[in-house]
């Protein structure tokens, strides 16, 4: 079992910086891949970025690739999203996501994860 919890999310000005923290306690963390998603209200969550048990892989929807990066602490069951060059559409809720112990890899979609977070609001001003 695997229990998440996010945080990080707030306001900021387009073009700047946050960072997202989801932390995790259960232990599989170690053994289980991690993904963040988003989902704005009357839209269906969408994925953002995922990466695999060890960090050795990642993977990023197109929308983000050059601007979000995805890493984890297993040290700390935390893993992170740090997101620059923020953009206005960027606003959502962003929300935590981990697989059952050992799932096979790549796993991209919402319902190849097992285990979510209740999510943290991003905000980004014009």
């Known amino acids: 079992q695997v229990q998440l919890e996010e945080s990080g999310g707030g306001l900021v000005q387009a073009g700047g910086s946050l960072r997202l923290s989801c932390a995790a306690s259960?232990?599989?963390?170690?053994?289980?891949?991690m993904g963040w998603f988003r989902q704005a209200p009357g839209k269906e969550r969408e994925f953002v970025a995922a990466i695999n048990w060890s960090g050795i892989s990642t993977a990023y929807a197109d929308f983000v690739k050059g601007r979000f990066t995805i890493s984890r602490d297993n040290g700390k069951n935390t893993i992170y999203l740090q997101m620059n060059s923020l953009k206005p559409e960027d606003t959502d809720v962003y929300y935590c996501?981990?697989?059952?112990?050992?799932?096979?890899?790549?796993?991209?979609?919402?319902?190849?994860?097992?285990?979510w977070g209740q999510g943290t609001q991003v905000t980004v001003s014009s």
């Open positions: 259960g232990r599989t963390f170690s053994n289980a891949h």
């Open positions: 996501a981990a697989t059952r112990h050992w799932a096979t890899w790549p796993r991209q979609r919402r319902a190849e994860f097992d285990y």
